[in-house]
């Protein structure tokens, strides 16, 4: 790492005791950052020197820092994972920005996501809507025959985009509703795409919907936000399937919502 | 039977469809009104004649009726969703940016654009179905003289500017409203995406252009 190129920054990042602490913005400098370094290694950067000042070091969600495990956040400069496309926060490298920027951190924000610390929020509602309908239920036992359920190359490919959905919320954070309809959308239509999910695709996309909308999640206004700040590049054609799969199952399925 | 329907009323996914459709319904009524406009254009009988045909019908009452009920769902529904919005998120964030990849004008401003829509509409009914009388003879039947309301109105320049700049913000509803209407009834698919968004575009322009047409004849055509 030559020393030449290190950069300084201005911090200005949101601090915040606990989920019942108001917080607020605090400034930071923080010297010999890398180019080479990622947003996050920049954060352990900044931490190591507050622990070594003996002020509280500042509370961040991470785990795999490869991009793809989704539990990365931050809306960086009010962009959710940052200024790159089709970027997770750890995979935002530091040569993103200049020496001197004023880099503005901010935690996710939605009344479905309560900032437990600092900019760490929980996002334990998504984990509901999941367990609200987002699975197949399958017999367990001997691996079915490879091939024996023929699926389309077009649908199979559909699929796999829908699932490529990592479930870190920047979509709602990004959404001016805090609507988390991509998010549902990715995971309805992972399953409703494939033979599979069929046969419980009525109910899932309407007790999905239903506990979406219990948890406070604000309503999608086709702006594609969403789609324009999703780390994976999940599309809103997945909002539109849901939309007609939900008209269709309250139109002729059996199945009701749960209430 | 009545609660299992309200379930789905309450619904977001469903009070967006409700929206789309009595807004795609609304863009018919503009359609429609139009092409009565374009009458002024043939001359005040024809336009007088149209106006008295349609308000002599005992079935405008029922057609009047229709029209406002898919007003007050649009407008009522439009405040149910904007107010749930804002309290999605109660704490707002210190610094937003705009990807440039999503949001566009038309789309971030449909609440103003509606409320805008919404005191022309008023001021509209005032002047007009509301406004002053004047009687004209046609073929020995008495009429009312629509075509001198509107025409008089329109010779004050405000008038005309006020017109042209609702007729703006209509358009600029319309342009994102007509592809967001299919899209939250589900209607996606990448054959017909790209044109979705073009006809929503020029039926905007041409609702708007041709809305902005009446006013500036009328008054180009002086006090005739
Ligand atoms: C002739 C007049 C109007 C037409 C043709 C029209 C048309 C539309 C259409 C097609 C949509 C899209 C629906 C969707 O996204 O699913 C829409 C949305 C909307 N309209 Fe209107 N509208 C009109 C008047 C109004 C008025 C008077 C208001 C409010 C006072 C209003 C407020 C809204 C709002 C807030 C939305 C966005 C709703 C959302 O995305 O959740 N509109 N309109
Ligand atoms: S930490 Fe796993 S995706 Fe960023």
């Known amino acids: 790492m030559s020393s030449d190129n290190l950069m300084t920054l201005n911090l200005k990042i949101w601090r915040q005791q606990n989920s019942k602490d108001s917080g607020k913005i605090q400034d930071y400098v923080l010297e010999g950052v890398s180019p080479d370094s990622s947003f996050l290694e920049m954060l352990d950067q900044l931490n190591e020197k507050l622990i070594a000042e003996g002020i509280d070091p500042v509370s961040f969600d991470h785990d795999c820092r490869e991009g793809i495990c989704g539990m990365c956040s931050l809306m960086i400069n009010g962009q959710a994972h940052g200024p790159e496309r089709e ?16 880099v503005v951190i901010e935690p996710f924000r939605a009344r479905a996501f309560p900032v437990l610390k600092d900019l760490m929020v929980d996002r334990g509602a998504f984990d509901e809507i999941i367990a609200a ?5 399958v017999n367990t036992g001997n691996a079915p025959d490879a091939n024996s359920i023929l699926i389309p190359q077009s649908d199979a490919e559909l699929a796999m985009d829908a699932a490529a959905c990592i479930g870190c919320g920047a979509c709602v954070a990004s959404c001016k509703n805090a609507s988390a309809m991509l998010f549902v959308s990715a995971k309805v239509s992972q399953l409703a795409l494939l033979p599979q999910g069929q046969v419980e695709a009525d109910q899932r996309v309407q007790n999905m919907v239903a506990k979406m909308d219990e948890l406070g999640f604000g309503n999608c206004t086709n702006e594609a936000e969403c789609e324009a700040s999703c780390p994976k590049g999940i599309s809103i054609s997945n909002i539109a399937r849901m939309n007609r799969d939900y008209l269709s199952a309250a139109v002729k399925s059996k199945a009701e919502p749960k209430a | 039977m009545a609660s299992k329907l309200c379930t789905y009323l309450k619904a977001s996914v469903v009070k967006k469809q409700v929206m789309a459709v009595t807004g795609l319904l609304l863009c018919g009524f503009l359609v429609s009104h139009l092409i009565g406009n374009c009458l002024i254009y043939v001359g005040s009988d024809a336009f007088n004649t149209y106006a008295h045909a349609l308000t002599s019908n005992k079935l405008i009452y029922v057609a009047e009726a229709i029209l406002a009920a898919i007003f007050f769902t649009h407008i009522g529904l439009a405040i149910k969703l904007t107010v749930e919005n804002k309290k999605a998120r109660p704490v707002q964030y210190y610094m937003k940016q705009k990807t440039g990849r999503g949001a566009t004008f038309a789309s971030s401003t449909m609440p103003y654009t509606g409320m805008l829509i919404l005191v022309f509409l008023i001021i509209h009914l005032i002047n007009f179905k509301f ?31 006020w017109y042209v700049i609702a007729m703006i913000a209509l358009g600029i509803h319309v342009s994102h409203g007509f592809w967001s209407a299919f899209q939250s009834l589900g209607f996606s ?33 002086g006090g005739k």
């Open chain 2, 189 to 221: 698919h990448p054959k017909y995406n790209c044109g979705l968004k073009l006809i929503s575009k020029l039926f905007a322009v041409v609702i708007a252009l041709g809305y902005i047409a009446l006013p500036i004849y009328c008054y180009l055509l």
């Open chain 1, 133 to 137: 309908g987002g699975f197949t239920n």
């Open chain 1, 87 to 102: 970027t997770t926060t750890c995979q935002l490298h530091m040569r993103k920005f200049n020496d001197g920027d004023t």
């Open chain 2, 131 to 161: 406004g002053p009388v004047y009687m004209t003879q046609i073929d020995g039947i008495e009429v009312r003289d629509l075509h001198k309301t509107v025409v008089l109105y329109f010779q004050s320049p405000l008038n005309v500017l």
